[in-house]
């Protein structure tokens, strides 16, 4: 179906977050299990009691060891399984939503007897297994009294409104919605969290637990040809220009600056730029060439790289979904009108409202086969049952709103475009052809 086709982040973020963790935890491991071996290799029997003593020392150190070897696996164990219980209850989520809309679900009332039958059957399935109750909101459709897509798409709603609070930093706003809706493992809200320090920490102006996250993802970085390393260095480098701290940030540029020159014609172009700023600094020069590079404007503009690289290691959109689902519904619903003629805007359409036709702007009009005159004043759809009205002036609103019109004035029509005023005797109905 099409709506699980969009799921694909869905899906990917646990698998992800899993893999990573597996990597780190791996490395870890591997390393602690070469250092024991070794210890238990250096082991050697002695006759003496000196000898036997450092054996014993060296033994107890061992054991000390394995304890917090065998500590460590177990939390990691924890935290596979808990990944692995937000991985079942997306998949259910998923397959909720195509269980509910498949042929079978959804055919010709003589079968609705059977599904119902098959609901029964699974609510009572679900009883006996000793889950008494009602199921998680997250989960698949267990016979419960809601119809499973409706519970999909609402819960697919939620999940939009704490996917947007997560990325404009409403952290706790979205924790509480996800509780309260009781779909904390259908939200990717622990990677969003991890990305909260950095950002924290670029918008106080410090590059340094950025400069961390980089290196704990250098080789995926790199698979995405990320240069977000780089500005970041090269901000840190201009950071010291600003304190006139020059020896330090020649110091600096050449330990990592230079290298990224060599590698990459762009970066050497931004590296010359500004090491020009050691005799252009910002209190002694106009010129923009150098003085751009010492705008506040630029940490916004690396909170906006490092969140686009974040997204593109967890596989998310680079935009909200939320954003993504109401300018695919306004690309739908956008005509000329709604962009040439502001008089004539309609009431109802969304695009021709202020705040929200400003994600319109930049979306194509549709293209619409078949045209309809809506009525400005009510924004119903005049046809046979509500025809249109043409006033002496010649402007046409719906016979509905004409007479409701007429019935507050005593008969008498006014214009609300012109100000108008004729009795409703005086309109012609007009047919559409």
Aim: overall charge neutral; glycine content about 4%.
């Amino acid at each position: 179906m099409e709506e699980v086709e969009y799921e694909y982040a869905l899906m990917k973020v646990p698998h992800e977050d899993m893999n990573k963790h597996f990597r780190v935890v791996y490395k870890q491991l591997e390393k602690d299990m070469t250092n024991l071996t070794t210890s238990i290799t250096a082991l050697h029997p002695s006759s003496s009691s000196s000898g036997n003593q450092g054996n014993v020392d060296t033994i107890d150190n061992l054991i000390s060891k394995l304890v917090s070897l065998k500590k460590k696996v177990e939390e990691t164990q924890q935290l596979q399984i808990k990944t692995l219980n937000m991985w079942d209850s997306r998949v259910r989520h998923v397959v909720s939503a195509i269980s509910s809309s498949s042929p079978s679900s959804a055919s010709a009332p003589s079968s609705s007897s059977s599904a119902s039958s098959s609901s029964s059957s699974a609510s009572a399935s679900s009883s006996s297994n000793g889950k008494g109750g009602r199921s998680k909101r997250g989960g698949g459709n267990d016979g419960g009294d809601e119809d499973g897509f409706e519970n999909f798409s609402r819960l697919r709603s939620e999940r939009v409104i704490i996917d947007y609070m997560l990325r404009e930093g409403f952290y706790d706003i979205a924790m509480d919605i996800a509780r309260e809706a009781q779909i904390t493992e259908l939200v990717d809200i622990t990677a969003f969290q991890a990305a909260r320090k950095v950002i924290a920490g670029l918008k106080q102006n410090d590059c340094s637990d950025a400069l961390s996250w980089c290196s704990d993802n250098k080789s995926k970085l790199q698979k995405i040809d990320s240069d977000l390393e780089f500005y970041l260095r090269i901000q840190e480098y201009i950071e010291l220009v600003r304190k006139h701290k020059l020896k330090e940030a020649i110091a600096y540029a050449k330990k990592f600056l230079a290298p990224a020159a060599t590698i990459n014609q762009q970066h050497q172009q931004i590296v010359q730029r500004a090491m020009a700023t050691l005799a252009f600094l910002p209190h002694h020069t106009t010129c923009s060439r150098y003085l751009f590079l010492f705008e506040e404007d630029r940490w916004t503009d690396l909170i906006c790289r490092f969140k686009q690289d974040n997204y593109s290691l967890l596989n998310l959109p680079s935009d909200s979904l939320l954003a993504i689902t109401l300018q695919a519904g306004l690309s739908a619903l956008k005509t000329a009108v709604c962009v040439d003629s502001p008089a004539k805007k309609n009431i109802n359409c969304p695009v021709c409202d202020e705040e929200i036709g400003q994600l319109a702007e930049t979306l194509p009009i549709a293209l619409h086969s078949h045209s309809c005159l809506v009525c400005r004043i009510s924004g119903e759809i005049m046809n046979e049952d509500n025809p249109p009205m043409v006033l002496p002036n010649g402007y046409v609103y719906s016979r509905n709103s004409m007479v409701a019109m007429s019935s507050k004035n005593n008969g008498r029509i006014i214009c609300p475009c012109t100000g108008f005023v004729c009795h409703f005797d005086d309109l012609r109905k007009a047919f559409i052809s």
